[in-house]
T-cell receptor, first 111, second 118 residues
């Protein structure tokens, strides 16, 4: 089982729709959680950190469920510019690899 | 100017050649990382360094070596390149921050080097 798993998609949704991604992680020692965004052929960039209480940044909401070991990302009122791959990232301080990236979920917003 | 730069941006080489990928940063971060990205596999950690005298193997270090010449520079070498090392390579940096007592290690990536080994 992969340490961090994501549905690869692609998710193809109309502009203005709400879309949600989940990501599961296997190591209960995981301490920090993030969502990164990666555009085609570009470097990943931090979208938002994920806190236990859940956090919101404009149209984006991230949630953490430690009991079930998953994190989620909700995008409301999606824009064409939201089309990208979204990477789930987990920091495991006790692991030699430290930071584990999911393989990403591809999102395509259509007009 | 970009905070994390990588050279070269693209490289095509032949099997058996020695290749060096360079990474420089102006962010003043202590921590630097090398990843490779393959379609469907996401980013995988090759090596990481928490300061100039600290080098650690990541998930897939076989066939690679690194050198941390200074706080701002971290280079990745392929001593004898092989075709399955064809990939997109990213350098990243992070600061050893903590958020409510938990390490964050937010990663800041360079633009990537596309390497093709024929």
């Amino acid at each position: 089982r992969k340490e961090v798993e994501q549905d690869p998609g692609p998710f193809n949704v109309p502009e203005g729709a709400t879309v949600a991604f989940n990501c599961t992680y296997s190591n209960s020692a995981s301490q920090s959680f993030f969502w990164y965004r990666q555009d085609c052929r570009k470097e990943p960039k931090l979208l938002m950190s994920v806190y236990s209480s859940g956090n919101e940044d404009g149209r984006f909401t991230a949630q953490l469920n430690r009991a079930s070991q998953y994190i989620s990302l909700l995008i409301r009122d999606s824009k064409l510019s939201d089309s990208a791959t979204y990477l789930c990232v987990v920091n495991i301080p006790s692991s030699a690899s430290k930071i584990i990236f999911g393989s990403g979920t591809r999102l395509s917003i259509r007009p | 100017d970009a905070d994390v730069t990588q050279t070269p941006r693209n490289r095509i080489t032949k099997t058996g050649k020695r290749i060096m990928l360079e990474c420089s940063q102006t962010k003043g971060h202590d921590r630097m990382y090398w990843y490779r990205q393959d379609p469907g596999l996401g980013l995988r950690l090759i090596y990481y360094s928490f300061d100039v005298k600290d080098i650690n193997k990541g998930e897939i270090s076989d066939g690679y070596s690194v050198s941390r010449q200074a706080q701002a520079k971290f280079s990745l070498s392929l001593e004898s390149a092989i075709p399955n090392q064809t990939a997109l390579y990213f350098c990243a940096t992070s600061d050893s921050q903590e958020d409510a007592g938990r390490p964050t290690d937010t990663q800041y990536f360079g633009p990537g080097t596309r390497l093709t080994v024929l």
